[in-house]
């Protein structure tokens, strides 16, 4: 890997242990620089280290038994800063979201909560993350540092997100309040990085819900796996792409692979 170019990948693997088969070879056939991964389902203890070490990856992760979890893989020496917020104190919040930095580069992998429902406490939770993490980039951060936001972030932020918008309104996925709090992000300076490669590109998701059959195929899904970036990393993007074709083999995630290359 060229020492001035920059990959970075999100992937919610729906429990890592059950898609091995499927990261490990996309990693040998991928080598990011870095690979974000959110709900992981496995405890620390359990957490199936050993194959990533094979390939001489290090691995960063922090996990609940059966629900949520994220780790990041990587072939550089990363420096963890905080697992959730700064002030994070709930074992919950440590297991959706890491700040780290590789190589400079500050990364942000999170796994904001879905949100249940629009009249559940967890929406209002979902809210407030977006909030919290907005006020994270103002302090800690600002538009001219070199920052990468990825993960699931369960929203869908324009109708060309989402199959059948017009049936979405009231979901929490795409919301008009959960897309305002998306959007803020833009607002203050951070890019979408697969929008500046497919501006306006239909039919382009990340997630094909289980329940739907043939989803894939028929181009039932959402694109609510994002990479962002501010201006600095935004201005040297080179490519950003879905790879579909994890979605497509047996046993998968019903996430695939978000990428984004940077060449400085």
Not at 97 to 117: A, D, E, M, T
Not at 212 to 230: A, Q
Not at 246 to 255: A, I
Request: glycine content about 6%.
């Amino acid at each position: 890997m060229k020492n001035d170019s920059f990959t970075v990948a999100t992937f919610n693997t729906n429990g890592i242990r059950a898609r091995l088969h499927i990261i490990i070879p996309w990693l040998e056939k991928n080598p990011v620089d870095c690979l974000c991964l959110q709900e992981t389902k496995v405890q620390d203890g359990d957490f199936p280290i050993e194959p990533f070490e094979k390939l001489g990856l290090n691995v960063v992760f922090r996990g609940q038994k059966a629900y949520n979890g994220i780790a990041v893989i990587s072939p550089h020496k990363m420096e963890p800063v905080f697992f959730g917020f700064p002030d994070t104190k709930d074992p919950e919040e440590q297991a959706r979201q890491v700040c780290l930095k590789v190589r400079g580069i500050h990364i942000i992998n999170s796994y904001v909560p879905q949100g249940r429902s629009l009249d559940h406490p967890a929406f209002q939770k979902k809210l407030e993350w977006f909030s919290r993490l907005l006020e994270l980039m103002d302090s800690d951060f600002g538009a001219s540092s070199k920052v990468i936001w990825c993960g699931d972030m369960n929203v869908a932020p324009e109708p060309i997100d989402v199959y059948a918008p017009e049936l979405k309104g009231n979901h929490v996925c795409f919301h008009e309040s959960v897309r305002a709090a998306f959007k803020r992000f833009l607002h203050w300076g951070m890019k979408d990085c697969f929008r500046l490669i497919h501006p306006g590109e239909p039919k382009q998701y990340s997630f094909f819900d289980y329940r739907i059959p043939k989803s894939v195929e028929r181009r039932l899904g959402w694109r609510i796996d994002h990479i962002l970036s501010t201006g600095p990393l935004a201005s040297c993007i080179k490519d950003s792409f879905i790879d579909l074709e994890p979605r497509m083999l047996p046993k998968p995630s019903d996430h695939t692979f978000v990428v984004a290359r940077f060449e400085f």
